[in-house]
Structures are given as C-alpha cells and as structure tokens.
C-alpha cells in the first residue's frame, strides 16, 4: 500500500465536496505536472490511502482521509476544447495526462496544519514540508502514522 498528499484548493474542491459527489467518489482530473502525472499513472494503486489537503487558505491543513478508488487511466479532460484542462496535445492514442478516482473515508478529529507539521521535527523530509509544489506527494508509512496521530485518529 501507498500513502498520498493530495493538495487541493477548497474553493474549487474541498473535503466536503467529495464527500457529497455519489458514492463520496470522484475523478481527480486537472493534474498538469509529469511527475504528479507519473504518480498517478505508475505508482497509485486501488485502496491507496489519501491526505487530503486543503492549500492555498490562511491556515493550510491536512483535513480529511480519502482512499484511491480507482487506478490511474487517462484523463479526458485533457481532451476537452473548452475546458480549463484542456492539451491540444493529448489523444485517445496518446492521453499524455492520467487521472485517479478519489473515494472520502473520514473527516480528522483535529485537523493537521502546515504550520504543526513543519513544527515535527519527525517530519522535516516530507515534500510538503519542503516546499514542493506538487499536487500530489508521496508520504512514507511512517509519515502517515504521525500525521494520524496528530489528527488524534487511531490505528492506518
């Protein structure tokens, strides 16, 4: 199994959003980064587990826990004129862009700020931490464990 971050703007999708898509799922499209795209095509499996984290507010903060629902494919906005996300480049043949599905498993007791994780000195090699501007980061087992507890939320 993996563990993400996955960063998300709550004014465009939020916690609360997925959590009331049907089945609390929904397509994680618009990634237009090739490592974030690599990620998503390669590495993130079904039953993933998934920080979801709110970016870009006063306090940015991991808020909630999400599981991968469905593995990487091609991502169809990408082909799409007159959407936001659109690639001349992308095809059928050639969909240059992927896209996993995101299924809401539970809100945190205690949400988990930037500010406290760059405070956890066990924490100073996560890319978020970093700086990194991905949208989506890999978090080690152990990385995990600590954020959750954090969160004050017990056990994977």
């Given at each position: 199994m993996?563990?993400?971050l996955f960063k998300t703007e709550?004014?465009?999708f939020s916690f609360e959003d997925l959590?009331?898509?049907p089945d609390s799922t929904e397509p994680w499209d618009g990634v237009r980064n090739f490592q974030a795209r690599n990620f998503?095509?390669?590495?993130?499996q079904v039953g993933d587990r998934v920080l979801f984290y709110h970016s870009n507010i006063p306090e940015p903060a991991v808020v909630g826990l999400a599981e991968i629902a469905r593995a990487g494919y091609p991502d169809s906005t990408a082909r799409n004129p007159h959407g936001e996300h659109f690639d001349p480049k992308a095809s059928?043949?050639?969909p240059i862009w992927y896209m996993v599905d995101v299924r809401?498993?539970?809100?945190?007791r205690k949400i988990v700020t930037l500010e406290r994780i760059k405070q956890n000195p066990?924490?100073?090699?996560?890319p978020?931490?970093?700086?990194s501007r991905l949208s989506i980061q890999p978090v080690t087992e152990n990385e995990w464990r600590i954020i959750l507890t954090m969160a004050g939320v017990d056990g994977p």
């Open positions: 993996n563990y993400w709550p004014g465009c959590k009331n898509r998503l095509r390669d590495t993130a059928l043949e050639n809401y498993s539970e809100p945190l066990l924490l100073v090699d996560m978020l931490v970093k700086r």
